[in-house]
């Protein structure tokens, strides 16, 4: 660990306890989202298009309604037309992505859905269900949805951003622009100029568990949902959207959740579980098998990137023009918006323009995946900078150093920088062994940089003190990255009393007030924050309840490692134990809830190591050393976060050598299966050696900084850095897969 700034000496915060959700885990007890069993539960299952797009010309359920076992059939007819009623944009997307009326916009689009006694019944079902398509014209990638003549998906969709707008309809939603200084000025002032073009392609999130949800819909019209989710919150609104309902007649539980990583903030299955229940009477269970997961939910974009940076002697960069176009799927709402903002953030560029396009095509809508946007935009711009340093014969991180954002520096997004730690972690890399340890033939060594700007948002948080001198703290944030374990922490030091006395549990959306999605890096952040809020309130009861016991004023009480003490020492100190067991004579139960919108975010940093070794015959390459440096603004809990760090940098990998959707001509997926979608496995990796760096953040109490995002932005960029030091090729498209670097040294012979 490397710590940059004095550590104050924490009693509980920074410590390695053992995480409070292992137990359950190992042992089989924690219940995930498909494990829920109720009385009379019924099985669903979903009737999705084969094709990319086409129109619905009719649904026929009648064979289906009349097949043994079979209590509900639904099609887009059984829920609101939202357009109709004139809703946003917005919802009318939800609704239409979560069941098709008129169009299927990608092959998996929901047209209908089915309830049985037993899962083979609504399988069978499910196939019974009969619908006609007209075939109507496709477009999988920005290039032909971009085309002169492209078929449109949405015959009103009008571009966003652009002054004056577009007169005619087109498959671009949205235009986004940073900008500042000279371009020709900057230019004209660069020693050294590259200028190279990108592709990177699809690629799922890969979390083990698929999506599930279990509805249980009363007569009155109340529905309460469980479901796998990082944000049921978000669930509860979203289905309510699409059921055309009020939020609070639907309660939400989440579940324990078998990975996310940014695809569980979507709604697919919740509100036709509630509507399939609330048709059967019954409660409903919808599971998605692995195959549905890959060809009917959101991945994130795939993308065409161009990239022209110039430099001056001493590797000062002086102009960066970046211009993007990011897959949005079938609905608005890429991450190109976030791309934009952390293209170039970590540098000092006094000229520079950013131009990212949102385009719709016809694929699954895409979802958000860890530091969503922006890994593909560092790919780009990482590589053409690696490629500049050699080009003017400069060390990769000198040349990163010399432009490095520091504090007070305006980001190219807009707002300054306060506190951070970009440049140390560029010095904990160049001081690491791993920076100077020998290659050998074939082997090369890449470094790449990455930026996440982390959220804030609203959290909730309520803490009970026990009768037994234990507390209880509940939050609204389902955890996916170890935030029981933070929360327990930092509820530890400031009640001073015993980690193992605290229990964090996760609340459902009518037991604990609001809180935002799980992603974004924002939960040890803003429900952190909320917690000490919480935690704070109650040692002022705490002294309070003291001072009152003790017949002196509030200022002769101070809390100190969990017990009230006289500040003249003329009492014996009370401890939390003490205060509690008297609860009932000194004001009742001792509770506090704390909500906030969070401010003050801490902008996330890394910079990434990496070493192969390539076999010129075959194309494979193999990671032999990897170290990852990463600013934690405090690392609550260290374990977690080198796993978040670690976590990170393996998707990356995978990302930058193997992963891909594939599709046919048709637009039908042709890898939907971990067979062939191939995702990096322990044997194909080294350790992932971490270096935390901790700068705190200053709006924090605790000075967090997120951690979940940023480790997965500098990766593809690494390997690709490490792949042209060892074959003096520069790989531009991801994957770079075996096929792609033979073709790439083919092409070097020609």
Known sequence: MAVTEENPGYKWVGTRPI??????KVTGKAQFGADLMLPGMLFGKVVRSPHAHAQIISIDTTAAEAMAGVKAVITGSDFPDLAANGAHPSEIDLANNAIARDKVLYEGHVVAAVAATTRDQAEAAAKAVEVTYEILPHVLTVDEAMADGAPLLHEGMITKGVDPAPEEPSNVASKILHERGDLDQGFGEAEAVVDREFTTKPVHQGYIEPHAAVADANSDGRAHIWCSSQGHFQMRASSATVLGVSPGTLKVTAAEIGGGFGGKTVIYLEPLAVRLSQRAGRPVKLVMDRDEVFRATGPTSGTRIR???????????TAAEVWMAYEAGAYAGSPVGAAGMTAIACYDIPN???EGYDVVCNKPRVAAYRAPGAPMAAFAVESVLDELARDIGMDPIDIRLVNAAVEGTQASYGPKFPRIGFVETLEAIKDH?????DLGPNQGRGV?????FNAGMMSSATVHINENGTATVVTGSPDIGGSRQSMA??????LGIAYESIKAVVADTETVGFTDVTGGSRVTLATGAAVVDACRLIVEDLRARAAKTWDVELDQVEWVDGQAQHVEGAQPPLSLNDLAAKSGRTGGPISANASLNSRGVGAGFSTQLCDVEVDPETGVTRVIRYLTAQDAGRAISPDYVEGQMQGGVVQGI?????????HDNDGVMEN?????????????????????????????PYGVRGVGEVGIVPPMAAVGNAINDALNVRMTDLPMSPVRILEALNDQRD
Do not use: Q
Not at 307 to 317: A, E, L, T
Not at 489 to 494: G, T
Not at 654 to 662: K, P, S
């Open 19 to 24: 995480r409070p959700d292992g137990l359950e």
């Open 307 to 317: 990239v022209k940076m110039g430099v001056s002697k001493d590797g000062k960069i």
């Open 352 to 354: 520079f323009v950013v």
């Open 433 to 437: 062994p791993s920076y100077t340890a």
């Open 448 to 452: 790449a940089a990455g930026f996440w």
């Open 489 to 494: 922490l930092m509820a530890a030091e400031e």
């Open 654 to 662: 995978g990302w930058a050598l193997n992963e891909e959707y594939i």
């Open 672 to 700: 939907p299966s971990f067979l062939d979608y191939r995702m990096p496995v322990a044997s194909d990796l080294p350790m992932i050696d971490c270096a935390i760096v901790e700068v705190p953040n200053p709006a924090h």
